[in-house]
C-alpha cells in the first residue's frame, strides 16, 4: 500500500545589513590668552651721608696755620714778650740798686744777656693723627615699591563639533519560501 507522503522544504530568508559608521569629530581652538605685566612703580629717595674732617690741630701742628690763627699767636707772643721784657728790665734794675751789697751784679747781667740759651735737639715728631676730629651724618635711603597686578584677557573658543549619524539599510537578499509537495 502506498500512503501518501508529506515533503516540505522551505528556504530560510536572508536578511543583509548595509552599515554606515557614524562619523564624529570634535576639535578645540585653543584660547586666544593675552598677558600683560605692567612694571612694578618704584620710587627711590636718598639723603647724602655728610663726612666732616677737622684736621685744624694737626695742621698746626706742622705749621701749616691759618692767617688769623698766625696773628693771634703773634700777638699772644709780642704780648708775652713785652711781659717778659719789662720783667726782666725790672729784675737787672734791681740788681743795679743793690750794686753797694757787693756781688758783682754788672758782670752776671753781662753774662745773662751775652750768652744765648742752648737750642733744642732738632728731632720733633709733628702730625697727631688723634687730633683729626672726623664727625658722620649717616646717610639714609627710602625705597617704595608698588607692585602692578597683571592684565589678563582670555578669550575662551567654542569646540568645533560635527557628527554625521550612522545609517543601517537592510535589504533581502533571499526570501523566505516553503514548498509543499504530495508524493502518492
Same mark, same amino acid.
Given at each position: 500500500?502506498?500512503?501518501?507522503?508529506?515533503?516540505?522544504?522551505?528556504?530560510?530568508?536572508?536578511?543583509?545589513?548595509?552599515?554606515? @559608521?557614524?562619523?564624529?569629530?570634535?576639535?578645540?581652538?585653543?584660547?586666544?590668552?593675552?598677558?600683560?605685566?605692567?612694571?612694578?612703580? /618704584?620710587?627711590?629717595?636718598?639723603?647724602?651721608?655728610?663726612?666732616?674732617?677737622?684736621?685744624?690741630?694737626?695742621? =698746626?701742628?706742622?705749621?701749616?696755620?691759618?692767617?688769623?690763627?698766625?696773628?693771634?699767636?703773634? =700777638?699772644?707772643? &709780642?704780648?708775652?714778650?713785652? /711781659?717778659?721784657?719789662?720783667?726782666?728790665?725790672?729784675?737787672?734794675?734791681?740788681?743795679?740798686?743793690?750794686?753797694?751789697?757787693? &756781688?758783682?751784679?754788672?758782670?752776671?747781667? =753781662?753774662?745773662?744777656?751775652?750768652?744765648?740759651?742752648?737750642?733744642? /735737639? &732738632?728731632?720733633?715728631?709733628?702730625?697727631?693723627?688723634?687730633?683729626?676730629?672726623?664727625?658722620? !651724618?649717616?646717610? !639714609?635711603?627710602?625705597?617704595? =615699591?608698588?607692585?602692578? @597686578?597683571?592684565?589678563?584677557?582670555?578669550?575662551?573658543?567654542?569646540?568645533?563639533?560635527?557628527?554625521?549619524?550612522?545609517?543601517?539599510?537592510?535589504?533581502?537578499?533571499?526570501?523566505?519560501?516553503?514548498?509543499?509537495?504530495? @508524493?502518492?
Amino acid at each position: 500500500m502506498d500512503i501518501p507522503k508529506l515533503q516540505i522544504q522551505t528556504t530560510p530568508g536572508r536578511l543583509g545589513l548595509q552599515i554606515d @559608521k557614524p562619523v564624529q569629530q570634535i576639535e578645540q581652538p585653543r584660547a586666544i590668552l593675552d598677558i600683560q605685566q605692567p612694571a612694578a612703580i /618704584l620710587e627711590i629717595s636718598t639723603t647724602r651721608s655728610r663726612l666732616s674732617i677737622d684736621t685744624t690741630e694737626v695742621r =698746626a701742628d706742622i705749621d701749616m696755620k691759618s692767617v688769623f690763627r698766625r696773628t693771634q699767636e703773634w =700777638a699772644q707772643q &709780642g704780648r708775652q714778650g713785652g /711781659l717778659d721784657g719789662t720783667g726782666r728790665r725790672a729784675e737787672e734794675g734791681r740788681q743795679m740798686m743793690e750794686i753797694e751789697n757787693g &756781688g758783682g751784679a754788672i758782670p752776671a747781667i =753781662a753774662k745773662q744777656n751775652g750768652s744765648p740759651p742752648t737750642a733744642p /735737639l &732738632g728731632i720733633r715728631f709733628v702730625g697727631d693723627r688723634s687730633k683729626i676730629q672726623l664727625s658722620i !651724618t649717616p646717610g !639714609t635711603t627710602t625705597i617704595n =615699591a608698588t607692585p602692578q @597686578k597683571p592684565i589678563i584677557n582670555a578669550q575662551v573658543n567654542k569646540p568645533i563639533h560635527t557628527y554625521t549619524p550612522g545609517k543601517v539599510t537592510g535589504t533581502m537578499e533571499q526570501y523566505p519560501s516553503i514548498q509543499i509537495d504530495w @508524493k502518492g
